[in-house]
Structures are given as structure tokens and as C-alpha cells.
Nanobody, 122 residues
Framework: QVQLVESGGGLVQAGESLRLSCQASGLTFSSYTMGWFRQAPGKEREFVARISWTGGSTYYADSVKGRFTISRDNAKRTVYLEMNSLKPEDTAVYYC???????????????WGQGTQVTVSS
């Protein structure tokens, strides 16, 4: 059974940093593009960042570019999202997801975690 389990969410103040982790099991981790998405209250789930199979390519949403960094450790079957200079508008449930394609749209992702809450106070 495929499982993606996020961790690392919490409550922080604006300007602070947080690191999210997502550990995968039940799939060939190195064969999947891994992505991070987020969903704020009352809003649609949106793309945040993605990273290629071996970590050689990354892509970010404009809203987080320069502040967030995605990385992966295939040996640990884990993808990370380092979030710096957090803003209140970053408040959302953050989800990791896996896809066989190099894409940003949520419809192209095959597996999803349950999410971890990130709350940024002003």
C-alpha cells in the first residue's frame, strides 16, 4: 500500500522558518516526481514546488520562489520542503504528492499524503 506521510508542520510567526518532511513507502520512490501542494481555508489546493526523480530539476510557484526549497533523499525515501521567510498567506495544509510525470497540476499526481498544518501568525 502506498503511503506518503508528512510531518513538520506547526505554528510560527511571520519571518520564521519551518521544514516539512514527507516519507514515502509502497512505491519506487526514485521513479517519481515529488511535489508539494497547499490548501488554505476556503481556497483550492495549489501547487507549491516539485522535484525530479534524482533531484536534478526543481520548479517553484511564483509565490514561494526564493523563499522555499524542495529537496529529496532517495535513500531515505523522503522529500523535504524548507520554508523560509514565512508569511501569513503561507498558512495552509501542506500535502506531498507523487507523479510519474514532470508536471505541476494536481490532477497529474497519483498519490497524496494526508497533509500537515502550517500556521503563520502576523
Amino acid at each position: 500500500q502506498v503511503q506518503l506521510v508528512e510531518s513538520g508542520g506547526g505554528l510560527v510567526q511571520a519571518g520564521e522558518s519551518l521544514r516539512l518532511s514527507c516519507q514515502a513507502s509502497g512505491l519506487t520512490f526514485s521513479s517519481y516526481t515529488m511535489g508539494w501542494f497547499r490548501q488554505a481555508p476556503g481556497k483550492e489546493r495549489e501547487f507549491v514546488a516539485r522535484i525530479s526523480w534524482t533531484g536534478g530539476s526543481t520548479y517553484y510557484a511564483d509565490s514561494v520562489k526564493g523563499r522555499f526549497t524542495i529537496s529529496r533523499d532517495n535513500a531515505k525515501r523522503t522529500v523535504y520542503l524548507e520554508m523560509n521567510s514565512l508569511k501569513p498567506e503561507d498558512t495552509a495544509v501542506y500535502y506531498c504528492a507523487a507523479s510519474t510525470r514532470w508536471v505541476a497540476s494536481r490532477v497529474d499526481y497519483d498519490y497524496w499524503g494526508q497533509g500537515t498544518q502550517v500556521t503563520v501568525s502576523s
